[in-house]
């Protein structure tokens, strides 16, 4: 199997290629990027032989068209999210199968009509979230009869002593996409009404909720994303009367970031009166960004939580899915990058080896085989823990 990796040198491509390097399936790796230095300083742990280093230009769909009909089995796209559309385009151009990590909302209505018309498998939402949540979540909903709640909680933080500064949190991925995330609304369900929070709200003290995970306690969750979207996608739309999206925090880490929100840190226009049109946004990046790094020694936590809550064979049922990764000092890894990485490759074998034949743009809620999944997670040392439980248990 030949597998061309998009971003390839970044850190959720540095895993991605270490799980495809220890894949007797696979037998080439491209690893297509702008600039190769991550991969030149994690050689060690990657097996060389197999890797094939190539730069790309992104922005041309013809430069894509052309790499990808080099005999490629399947594309891993991990670039940043403003690229998965052409990179999408340039997979069903080429007839050739594509896997990214990022929310198919992405996506234009171009390419899901045609990677239908021309019957080829686009896999968006194949990271950690959305990704695992969305296997676990599809798992859950498929053995109840009737579901009547599903909640998901999922995040990444450092680990309880690397949490030393005021916001209890630490960079283990883009802070960017940390702080467009922050941006995004959220849309949930409560007592069968659809509840409609702004961004600028989320971290409200109304909308906070404490949580508790395989016996770690001290965090706190706000809501983010579109539950309904989901729910829609799961087909319990018509039955389910709570569901919520949240992102996973240390204690504390909302009562601090409100006030930046409310003091417009957030706003992408200029700041008056400051030269090089600076926005309030671009500062925050520049200034904190560095000084929320993980020292070396220092691991962070990825948690997740998914709870579905429904009847089988008439009796009150609920499925619990509890995961934790941390970061592998030996390889420096962080456990966002594992569970993004190791997802991606995982379902690029899946379909590359035929396991997925469906073809048009998939979603993990329904289009990957969930047991086998959580079977090949856990040999990368990822384990969920499941739990059926008689009752509700929310």
Known sequence: MKVIVLGGAGLQGRAALQDLGNSNEVTEIVCADVAFDGIDNFQKHLQMDKIVKRKIDATSLDHLVSLFRENVDVVIDLLPKKFNDIAARAAIESG??????????????EVYEKAEERQVTIMPESGLDPGIDLVLCGYGVSQLDEVHALYSYCGGVPVASAADNPLNYKVSWNFDST?????????????????????????HEKWRKDIELAGITGLESIPNGNAIHFAKLLGIENEVVHTERRTIRWAGHSAIWKPFVDLGFLETEPVPGLNGNITPHEFLLKHLEPRLRYADHEKDLVLMKNVIEGKKDGKDISFIYEMVDERELSTGLFAMNRTVGYTASIVAQMIGNHTITKKGVLSPTTDIPYELFIEEIGKRGIVIHQEMVTGTSH
């Not at 702080?179 to 971290?203: F, N, T």
């Open 96 to 109: 050739i199968p594509l896997v990214n990590c990022s929310y198919a909302k992405g996506l234009s209505q």
């Open 179 to 203: 702080l467009m995330s922050y941006k995004r609304p959220a849309k949930l369900m409560c007592d069968g009404e659809i509840v409609e929070i702004p961004a600028k709200d989320q971290h």
